[in-house]
């Protein structure tokens, strides 16, 4: 209070009403700052396939941070309730005889949103399925009647163009990259199957040609020799034989990963339409739409995805690197990105993400305000990891928005302490060097960043060549659509 007094007017009489009103006007507004002590509930309706409710199935909630588990069970309307829940991670469960399990792996309350919250989750128990009477190889696929494209074959990465500079191009490999690192798993698969040899599985294959399980499995083989076109084929044969959110995902991250998003998108959104909660699956749909060039389609389907469920760090990763190749992020990317920071305080990458885009946001190189408030967050994302080469950089480049040239030289000569390979701080540097009449520094740092660009341009055209892209065609388009 005695702050607030002292930069009021110097007027004793001005200044003993001001101080009056500030203590009253504080005082008013404190209980509403306070957070509300009403623990949060959570209640909902089991239901069987029809949609008939389930009576006596049991529902287990485990927080993710305990070993207790809390145990309700389901009244003649199939609804049950958990009062009283405390902030947090929890798995629920339901459970019941004669039906298979069904999990929701992930539910948040958050400290803010746990007060008088009132959570609504249904789930669905299926009946236990009886021994199939006919092989798969009978059963009809329930994925496309038939997709709408077709993979011809692969060529070499040697020109990929597509929508955008070097910086997008990059980014989009990248995102594919990430994206095909959520999945190829193998749920199911017994150890029998997975230790089979190359030689064995094909066998396999030919004999269970229906088994989408032995599919899946060549094609992880296929990818590992690097027979992309075999293994992508393998891929879709598991699929169509098995539309599961697994077999769909790998589908469609190995067809993003070589350059077919066209293709890619058309699997995740299959995918979606049939487990619109898989966080993953949305995922690869905003990869599959950031690599075809549609940046609002890309941070929507993620942003989606990061609202699933709140506290995976994964969507936020991909809308932190998104953001990275726009000059200038949505809004609803830094309020994702904000809820990252308040989620996770002290990690340091959600603080960078969320300070980057702060500073995209601003208005103008004049908004002092809101480079202020930008450097402020990357202040304490060096407070959290002093090494954190590129939030050094963004420093420095602020810095040199504000012609501070001393400080922005200091934050890159950090910037490349921290990481000697960052071709963008040595130019920065070499330009900031510039500024200040020191040429033969500058000329020094350009030619290390000359040299540092020359092998990353031939390191990233090596792994280009590493992966093959798809030559495909997609039906009911006009010709010059097709790819």
């Not at 207790?68 to 009283?84: E, N, R």
């Not at 995102?175 to 066998?203: H, I, Q």
């Not at 690599?291 to 942003?303: L, N, P």
């Amino acid at each position: 209070m005695a702050h607030l007094c002292a930069v009021l007017p110097q007027l004793k009489s001005a200044r003993l009403i001001s101080c009056r009103l500030a203590a009253l006007v504080l005082f008013t507004l404190l209980p509403l700052s306070l957070p509300a002590q009403a623990p949060a509930s959570l209640r909902g309706t089991v239901r069987d396939a029809q949609g008939s409710p389930v009576a006596g199935a049991t529902l287990q909630l485990q927080a993710k941070d305990s070993t207790q588990t809390q145990t309700v069970h389901t009244d003649s309307q199939g609804t049950y309730s958990f009062p009283a829940l405390s902030a947090g991670l929890y798995a629920l469960r339901a459970v019941k005889d004669g039906y298979d399990d069904a999990e929701i792996p992930t539910l948040f309350f958050g400290p803010k949103e746990s007060a008088n919250e009132s959570k609504r989750v249904d789930l669905t128990l299926s009946p236990k399925k009886a021994p199939a009477t006919q092989p798969a190889s009978a059963a009809k696929p329930e994925f496309f009647d038939q997709p709408q494209f077709t993979v011809a074959g692969v060529t070499d990465t040697t020109n990929l163009g597509g929508h955008g500079s070097d910086t997008i191009v990059r980014t989009r490999e990248a995102l594919a990259k990430e994206t095909v690192s959520l999945g190829k798993a193998l749920p199911g698969a017994g150890s029998a199957v997975a230790s089979e040899t190359e030689k064995s599985l094909r066998e396999s294959v030919e004999r269970e040609p229906g088994k989408a399980e032995l599919h899946h499995l060549l094609a992880n083989v296929e990818e590992n020799l690097g027979n992309s076109l075999e293994a992508v084929r393998e891929y879709q044969r598991a699929a169509e034989l098995d539309p599961s959110e697994a077999y769909l995902f790998d589908w469609g991250s190995e067809l993003l990963l070589h350059h077919a998003p066209e293709p890619a998108q058309e699997v995740f959104t299959k995918g979606n339409r049939l487990y619109p909660h898989s966080v993953r699956t949305l995922i690869g749909l905003g990869a599959a739409w950031f690599a075809r060039g549609s940046y609002e389609q890309a941070v929507q389907r993620i942003c989606e995805a990061s609202d699933l469920d709140p506290a995976d760090p994964v969507p936020y990763l991909f809308l932190g690197t998104m953001q990275t190749a726009e000059p200038a992020p949505s809004a609803e990317t830094v309020e994702k990105l904000h809820r990252f920071v308040a989620l996770q305080p002290d990690n340091a990458q959600a603080n960078y993400y969320y300070a980057v885009g702060l500073w995209k946001l601003r208005k103008d190189p004049e908004d002092a305000a809101s480079a202020a408030q930008a450097e402020a967050w990357l202040r304490k994302v060096i407070h959290l990891d002093p090494r954190f080469a590129a939030a050094h950089l963004q420093l420095g480049i602020l810095h040199i928005e504000q012609k501070n040239y001393p400080r922005a030289i200091s934050e890159f000569q950090q910037a490349i302490q921290s990481d000697p390979q960052m071709e963008k701080a040595h130019y920065r540097l070499a330009q900031a060097y510039r500024q200040i009449g020191d040429m033969a520094k500058s000329e020094a740092e350009l030619q290390i960043y000359n040299q540092l660009a020359k092998e990353s341009a031939q390191k990233v055209e090596r792994e280009r060549h590493e992966i093959p892209q798809f030559v495909y065609t997609l039906r009911d388009q006009p010709p010059d659509q097709k790819q």
